[in-house]
């Protein structure tokens, strides 16, 4: 019996090496993580939801802590774009704005995010992630300043980690957007070519520090930005806390049109993990 018990603990003890020491990295001390080792709605201590038309003129309707949208299982957390009929809380009869004034969602989604919950200012954010794919599909790795109520965007600054369309099915963009003196907003980014990130597990990442911001693509940096060539005006942007959000939108100019042929869509992520330098 206890030669049966021993055969059984060493894979279990094995797994926990092999996860602990993905979790390590050399120069860098982890401070926040989510394995989504888990069943059920992401972990309220950590995240947050955005609810109902948002941005962009996008077609899904975000929804709150709802299975159909949004579940961990297996490991992994899974945001699913559907097409189906969802009733607007916000619809407004004689609104012209666009988020109010249909009271009947088409599509609908999930968005999290770290507001009022955890920001961070400096370090490495990590988050291993498998895309949908499909016409009008746009995951997002991305971050924004925890003042963005009160000042408002671009003054806040985002930096897109990955934005993924459906119209451009093997590219990857990472684009840091920053104000400038104008009230309009500038930005610098870069895109690369991989046409396997629907079919394949890929991580992004962002490196940061008061001079440089750098994005990753699984071992190879994509992006290299220096904070002070945003000018005296942005640079503070990038010098504060950031939230970070993941989010599958769906529609609007730049994804292209929804194709309802492949929906649901699901965008699975392994982990988020947050690191400091290991000083």
Same mark, same amino acid.
């Given at each position: ?8 603990? $060493? ?23 989510? #394995? ?7 972990? =309220? ?9 948002? &941005? ?9 802590? &709802?299975? #159909? ?12 774009? &559907?097409?189906?009929? $969802?009733?607007?809380?916000? /619809? ?6 666009? %988020? +109010?004034? *249909?009271? !009947?969602?088409? /599509? ?19 988050? %291993? ?17 925890? *003042? ?28 840091? +957007?920053?104000?400038? =003196?104008?009230?309009? @907003? ?11 990130? =629907?079919? @394949? ?13 750098? !994005?990753? $693509?699984? +071992? ?21 806390? $950031? ?22 869509? +699901? ?5 988020? &993990? ?6």
């Amino acid at each position: 019996m206890k030669e049966k018990l021993h055969l059984l603990f $060493f894979p279990i003890l094995m797994l926990t090496l092999l996860n602990t020491q993905a979790q390590t990295k050399k120069g860098w001390k982890l401070t926040w993580q989510d #394995e989504f080792n888990y069943t059920g709605l992401p972990d =309220s201590t950590k995240w947050n939801y955005e609810v109902g038309h948002i &941005r962009n003129n996008e077609q899904q309707y975000y929804t709150r802590a &709802r299975k #159909e949208n949004i579940w961990v299982n297996n490991g992994m957390l899974c945001i699913t774009g &559907r097409k189906e009929v $969802f009733s607007n809380e916000f /619809y407004q009869a004689a609104s012209s704005d666009w %988020r +109010h004034k *249909d009271s !009947i969602a088409q /599509y609908t989604s999930a968005s999290i995010n770290t507001f009022g919950k955890t920001a961070w200012k400096y370090g490495r954010i990590e988050v %291993r992630a498998k895309l949908p794919h499909g016409g009008g599909i746009w995951p997002a790795i991305w971050m924004m300043g925890e *003042d963005r109520k009160q000042v408002g965007w671009p003054k806040c600054g985002e930096i897109d980690i990955m934005e993924f369309i459906g119209n451009h099915p093997t590219d990857i963009y990472s684009t840091i +957007h920053f104000p400038d =003196s104008l009230k309009t @907003s500038r930005s610098s980014g870069s895109k690369i070519n991989d046409s396997t990130v =629907s079919n @394949s597990f890929h991580t992004y990442a962002l490196e940061w520090d008061e001079n440089k911001i750098d !994005i990753w $693509f699984d +071992h190879k940096r994509i992006h290299h930005f220096i904070i002070d060539s945003a000018g005296s005006f942005a640079a503070p942007t990038f010098r504060k806390p $950031f939230c970070l959000l993941l989010n599958l939108a769906m529609g609007a100019n730049w994804p292209g049109p929804i194709d309802d042929a492949v929906l649901p869509q +699901h965008y699975f992520i392994d982990y988020v &993990r947050v690191y400091e330098p290991a000083n």
